[in-house]
């Protein structure tokens, strides 16, 4: 079975220093990857996805990941933070259920990032 | 428009109760998921709804019953709610085959 492991449960940044946010997968298959964040009491947002080619993502709000079959990983970064970024953050595959009918995520347990003034 | 939406925004009950939870898309995609969100942020699939075929039920008590009217629609009924049941439910739609999912903002549902 698939899953995603955020090592970082939380993150402290200095607003304007660089982040990454570290994710690893399993999966038995191509995988299809996604960053999603989540404000507080909002739903989840599409930061960027993998699906194949080029390993660098570019995504919105600034934010890019890096897909490193070799690790298995899916690390998402940003060159310099800001304020608004304080959020939770979501590192998910999708896959495909067994019959090939569906599909669905699994998600990560998150990383809460905080941002210091 | 919101692209997903789900109604109540917040729900409070007692045990016992039965309650239901609706989600409308508008997007035109096909498939349609349910996921139950815990005290620890922790998401996790409960249901996929595939051009109104139950595709995916993950380990959900049988207390939990999507019902899907059309393509746009996906709701969830909850019968004899349990203290477990309290979290945060959201509604998702996609093209399908692993494509992005869009969330809807959640239904906190609160059991006293």
């Known amino acids: 079975a698939q899953s995603v492991t955020q090592p970082d449960i939380h993150i402290t940044v200095s607003e304007g220093a660089s982040l990454e946010l570290r994710c690893n997968y399993s999966y038995g298959a191509t995988p299809y990857l996604f960053w999603y964040v989540q404000s507080p009491g909002q739903g989840l947002q599409l930061l960027l996805k993998?699906?194949?080619?080029?390993?660098l993502v570019q995504g919105i709000k600034g934010f890019e990941a890096e897909f490193k079959r070799s690790q298995s990983s899916f690390n998402l970064r940003k060159p310099s933070v800001h304020w608004s970024d304080a959020a939770e953050y979501f590192c998910?595959?999708?896959?495909?259920?067994?019959?090939?009918?569906?599909?669905?995520?699994?998600f990560g347990k998150g990383t809460h990032l905080i941002i210091q003034p | 428009d919101t692209a997903v939406s789900q109604t109540p925004k917040y729900l409070v009950t007692q045990m016992g109760n039965d309650k239901s939870i609706k989600c409308e898309q508008n997007?035109?995609?096909?498939?349609m998921y349910w996921y139950k969100q815990d005290s620890k942020k922790f998401l996790k699939i409960m249901f996929s709804?595939?051009?109104?075929?139950?595709?995916i039920n993950e380990t959900v008590p049988n207390r939990f019953s999507p019902k899907s009217p059309d393509k746009a629609h996906l709701n969830l009924h909850i019968n004899s709610l349990e203290l477990g049941d309290s979290a945060v439910y959201f509604c998702a739609s996609s093209p399908g085959g692993r494509q992005p999912q869009h969330f809807g903002d959640g239904t906190r549902l609160s059991i006293l």
């Open positions: 997007l035109g995609h096909d498939t």
């Open positions: 993998y699906f194949s080619g080029d390993t």
């Open positions: 998910a595959v999708a896959y495909m259920y067994s019959g090939g009918g569906a599909d669905g995520l699994t």
């Open positions: 709804y595939n051009n109104k075929e139950l595709i």
